[in-house]
T-cell receptor, first 112, second 115 residues
Framework: GNSVTQMEGPVTLSEEAFLTINCTYTATGYPSLFWYVQYPGEGLQLLLKATKADDKGSNKGFEATYRKETTSFHLEKGSVQVSDSAVYFCALSSNQGGKLIFGQGTELSVKP | DTEVTQTPKHLVMGMTNKKSLKCEQHMGHRAMYWYKQKAKKPPELMFVYSYEKLSINESVPSRFSPECPNSSLLNLHLHALQPEDSALYLC??????????????FGQGTRLTVV
């Protein structure tokens, strides 16, 4: 079946450090892949997406590339800010009526 | 407008109460979803409505009753809940529920506490 595996958190970084959050997936067919971000006390916001192999999604300095050969969609940012502190969820769209399959989430804490 | 609006933001209810959560979107999306999220966990799908018809029920207890009055509105009726049902309830919508390209937009959620 479909599944998403993310690196466990929490991840603690200093401001301006480089961020990588690993995400790998198992899926049949060709799913779309997403990164969602959840700030404390809020709902989920779509951060970026990729719909086919080798696509790169990017937004607000974050990037992720859809790698079919390694079944990965790692999230990266060159220089994190305190305001990036949040929980990040990797997700794929299954072929099951719109259902999103989420990873466990990675909590990021950025210190000044 | 890429907004999904949920009301109320917070709700405290007793185990014998009946309450409803509401969700609205004006993006012309034809699929709407209810998810339940416990603290520090990913959202868990509860229900999917596609073109105003219930298409997925993830074996949710009958004390949760969804309703889709029209293509813009989604309700979740609550009755005789248990304390373990306390969670963040998230509504989402997407262009449709068919195929793999279903980008979902989420509301801010309703924080439900059952006492």
């Amino acid at each position: 079946g479909n599944s998403v595996t993310q690196m466990e958190g929490p991840v603690t970084l200093s401001e301006e450090a480089f961020l990588t959050i690993n995400c790998t997936y198992t899926a049949t067919g060709y799913p779309s892949l997403f990164w969602y971000v959840q700030y404390p006390g809020e709902g989920l916001q779509l951060l970026l997406k990729a719909t086919k192999a080798d696509d790169k999604g990017s937004n607000k300095g974050f990037e992720a590339t859809y790698r079919k050969e390694t079944t990965s969609f790692h999230l990266e940012k060159g220089s994190v800010q305190v305001s990036d502190s949040a929980v990040y969820f990797c997700a794929l769209s299954s072929n099951q009526g719109g259902k999103l399959i989420f990873g466990q989430g990675t909590e990021l804490s950025v210190k000044p | 407008d890429t907004e999904v609006t949920q009301t109320p933001k917070h709700l405290v209810m007793g185990m014998t109460n009946k309450k409803s959560l509401k969700c609205e979107q004006h993006m012309g999306h034809r699929a709407m979803y209810w998810y339940k999220q416990k603290a520090k966990k990913p959202p868990e799908l509860m229900f999917v409505y596609s073109y105003e018809k219930l298409s997925i029920n993830e074996s949710v207890p009958s004390r949760f009753s969804p309703e889709c009055p029209n293509s813009s509105l989604l309700n979740l009726h609550l009755h005789a809940l248990q304390p373990e049902d306390s969670a963040l309830y998230l509504c989402a919508s997407s262009r449709d529920a068919a195929g793999a390209n279903t980008e979902a937009f989420f509301g801010q959620g309703t924080r439900l506490t059952v006492v």
